[in-house]
């Protein structure tokens, strides 16, 4: 159906993005008319027609705008209760950047948790007051966590006990809070195939190869759909009466990092099409930032230089022949590097780990696993002295003999390593972004004021969750919503 200009609009959001690297907070401050700074409406610059009038290909109830794992589960409930729901992917299938994670699922407050593992578990209390200590003067992101941890734990005994998914066994590992996909690490697969059936059966729709551009308003100024570009540059414009944004972080968005994580800026990334064009279009519609900052971590190049550590013996070593962190906190392997002073490191293991059940995790890193006979094989291959390596390795069999790691508390996996040895070579990279757009706490995206922007929605890392539970947790609350709200 073709709509004047008149009738509908796309918002500017190539210019929200550039506002938002610049400074200018579209939807959050501005000069009023009397030429006093204030909090205001958004300017109506801020909204660019479009170089095309609208001209509407399909009509939904709900477009979800990214088939990652928040934008999938957001979709079930609103489609089950007969609600027609489409779901736009740029890439060629579903899954977003978790279904290629290492899997390491963080939960604490699922039922499975208490089941499985009654020492891990916590409460809504409990997880409140663990995390106060981190949001002193922000009760509002206080129980936005609580909130996400709950529903988190509703998406772990989801897929456990309503779709019969078995997630793997417990191993001795240092993470016993978390839940890991059944085949070993980076086998999400399976779990997204579960999700996807679910997806279908509800009747939720997909459309691939098809990437977001920017949102529609009606006249009014109402959220009334999203404007994409298909694999043949045509413009497919979709109507819809609610919107849900999950189309991810900003992690690959140069002009962002710099702006919000400097310290992680210069770093590489191995994340692609992570721009934050979703929440560009949450500001152009009069949405607010929260929470933009560098995340929490850093990755390794290839996750088998710090995952396998999780499950097996595994020793970390600097070019300079020293450890540098406790092996079975995986993610202080990149940031520590760094920390010491380098942009380095060798992973070393042996049959223990190259053996073990996780070979999804080994067969990511190919080629870059090297191996060795011995360790004057191993130091020649490194590139370091014989006798820096042959310390390091005198140092790791007296912790193992004495079964105590006075200089990084190490307590797990404290057997020596024996040939042939493998290792890899690994580089600090940025992988995920923190922050994103305000929301409340029924996913709605808010204005400067709290307010809720009639029809539009967020989810995942676009509402600024950062890791793979919490961000499900998002998509199954949303999804609650959406079948309440379309009622």
């Excluded at 550039?18 to 109506?44: D, F, M, N, R, Y």
């Excluded at 600097?318 to 520590?336: I, Q």
Aim: aromatic share 10%; hydrophobic share 40%.
């Amino acid at each position: 159906m073709n709509m004047n200009r008149r009738q509908f609009c796309a918002l500017g959001t190539a210019g929200a993005m550039a506002a938002i690297a610049g400074g200018v907070s579209l939807g959050c401050s501005s000069t009023t008319a009397s030429g006093e700074s204030g909090q205001s409406e958004p300017a109506a610059t801020a909204m660019a027609i479009g170089d095309a009038n609208v001209n509407f290909s399909q009509e939904v109830d709900i477009l979800i705008v990214g088939a990652g794992i928040s934008g999938m589960l957001a979709s079930i409930d609103p489609a089950s209760a007969g609600r027609s729901v489409l779901i736009v992917e740029q890439n060629s299938t579903y899954g977003g950047d978790a279904i290629y994670s290492a899997a390491c699922q963080m939960c604490t407050t699922a039922e499975l948790t208490k089941e499985e593992r009654p020492d891990k578990y916590m409460s809504e209390d409990e997880i409140r007051e663990k995390f106060a200590p981190y949001y002193e003067g922000n009760e509002a992101g206080l129980e936005r966590t609580v909130l996400l941890q709950k529903w988190g734990g509703k998406f772990i005994d989801t897929m456990h006990y309503d779709w019969g998914y078995e997630f793997q066994e417990l191993r001795e590992s240092p993470y016993h809070q978390a839940f890991f996909p059944k085949n070993g690490l980076c086998t999400m697969k399976d779990e997204f195939e579960l999700m996807n059936e679910k997806v279908v059966e509800a009747g939720a729709q997909y459309l691939f190869e098809t990437t977001f551009k920017t949102l529609i308003t009606d006249e009014t100024g109402a959220i009334a759909g999203g404007r994409f570009t298909s694999k043949d540059g045509s413009i497919v414009d979709i109507k819809a009466k609610a919107v849900v944004l999950a189309g991810g972080g900003y992690i690959s968005n140069q002009e962002w990092m710099v702006k919000y994580a400097p310290e992680w800026a210069f770093i590489g990334n191995i994340v692609a099409g992570r721009k934050g064009d979703t929440i560009a279009a949450g500001v152009a519609a009069g949405g607010t930032l929260s929470g933009m900052m560098a995340s929490g971590n850093l990755n390794p190049r290839y996750e088998a230089g710090h995952m396998l550590g999780t499950f097996y013996p595994l020793i970390g070593l600097l070019p300079n022949g020293k450890r540098f962190y406790a092996e079975t906190a995986v993610h202080n392997a990149a940031t520590g590097c760094l920390a010491a002073g380098y942009n380095e490191w060798y992973s070393i293991w042996d049959d223990t780990a190259q053996n073990g059940i996780d070979q999804e995790v080994i067969a990511h890193a190919g080629d870059a696993i090297q191996t060795a006979g011995s360790i004057e094989e191993l130091a020649e291959k490194m590139g370091m002295a014989l006798e820096t390596v042959q310390a390091a390795f005198d140092d790791w069999d007296a912790i193992c003999d004495n079964q105590s790691d006075p200089e990084f508390g190490k307590t797990l996996f404290l057997q020596k390593l024996v040939p042939p040895y493998y290792f890899i070579r690994n580089v600090p990279v940025r992988y995920k972004s923190c922050g994103g757009l305000a929301v409340s706490d029924r996913m709605e995206v808010v204005d400067k004021d709290g307010n809720p922007i009639p029809n539009l929605y967020a989810a995942g890392c676009t509402a600024g969750t950062e890791d793979i539970v919490p961000a499900a947790g998002s998509g199954l609350l949303l999804g609650s919503v959406l079948a309440e709200d379309l009622a």
